[in-house]
T-cell receptor, first 112, second 113 residues
Framework: DSGVTQTPKHLITATGQRVTLRCSPRSGDLSVYWYQQSLDQGLQFLIQ???????AKGNILERFSAQQFPDLHSELNLSSLELGDSALYFCASSVGVNNEQFFGPGTRLTVL | AQSVTQPDIHITVSEGASLELRCNYSYGATPYLFWYVQSPGQGLQLLLKYFSGDTLVQGIKGFEAEFKRSQSSFNLRKPSVHWSDAAEYFCAVGAVGNEKLTFGTGTRLTIIP
């Protein structure tokens, strides 16, 4: 158990819908990262927050957005969902920047 | 841009045999290097990391990795594998001022009795 929690574990929804994935980092960790794992793209970095502020952006679609709240938990919002958005979404956290990242168990999103 | 290559998609090893998983990275500056393991339906668990210093790093579960700057490699080794080591292994690179991790495509390890 890494100490990073993600909810829900599974999510099944339809195309065009909007979902929110939630992540609670390890106690004391200020950085939160979101990654997408799919069969065709592998593991890809989406976005990073540090202490409430966006710090780095990767291959995140405009339909996707994220935020980190004052209690340091983070949410990833996916809208206008397409079949291709079906994937495992991981959250990771680290103490600060340039530290090893600890991954949560992931949320498996299925878009039908 | 940083990149990671794991040339072996799938490796099969007998239980008790030694293991080496290959990883090559591309990055202009000094990289941070990591190996993660993912069991089916699970998240990623950090096996070991290299930031600086001794180029041979020890990790959990009896794994070790060696950083070779001249070869841009960070290969993962284990002297004797156990059936429970069957999983997918990912090499990743990060860097100072660029905290996102870039992952390789992974190597699936199968253990035969």
């Amino acid at each position: 158990d890494s100490g990073v929690t993600q909810t829900p574990k599974h999510l099944i929804t339809a195309t065009g819908q909007r979902v929110t994935l939630r992540c609670s980092p390890r106690s004391g960790d200020l950085s939160v990262y979101w990654y997408q794992q799919s069969l065709d793209q592998g593991l890809q970095f989406l976005i990073q927050y540090y202490n409430g502020e966006e710090r780095a952006k990767g291959n995140i679609l405009e339909r996707f957005s994220a935020q980190q709240f004052p209690d340091l938990h983070s949410e990833l919002n996916l809208s206008s969902l397409e079949l291709g958005d079906s994937a495992l979404y991981f959250c990771a956290s680290s103490v600060g920047v340039n530290n090893e990242q600890f991954f949560g168990p992931g949320t498996r999103l299925t878009v039908l | 841009a940083q990149s990671v290559t794991q040339p072996d998609i799938h490796i099969t090893v007998s239980e008790g045999a030694s293991l080496e998983l290959r990883c090559n990275y591309s990055y202009g500056a000094t990289p941070y290097l990591f190996w993660y393991v993912q069991s089916p339906g699970q998240g990623l668990q950090l096996l070991l990391k290299y930031f600086s210093g001794d180029t041979l790093v020890q990790g959990i579960k009896g794994f070790e990795a060696e950083f070779k700057r001249s070869q841009s490699s960070f290969n993962l080794r284990k002297p004797s594998v156990h059936w429970s080591d069957a999983a997918e292994y990912f090499c990743a690179v990060g860097a100072v001022g660029n905290e996102k991790l870039t992952f390789g495509t992974g190597t699936r390890l199968t253990i035969i009795p």
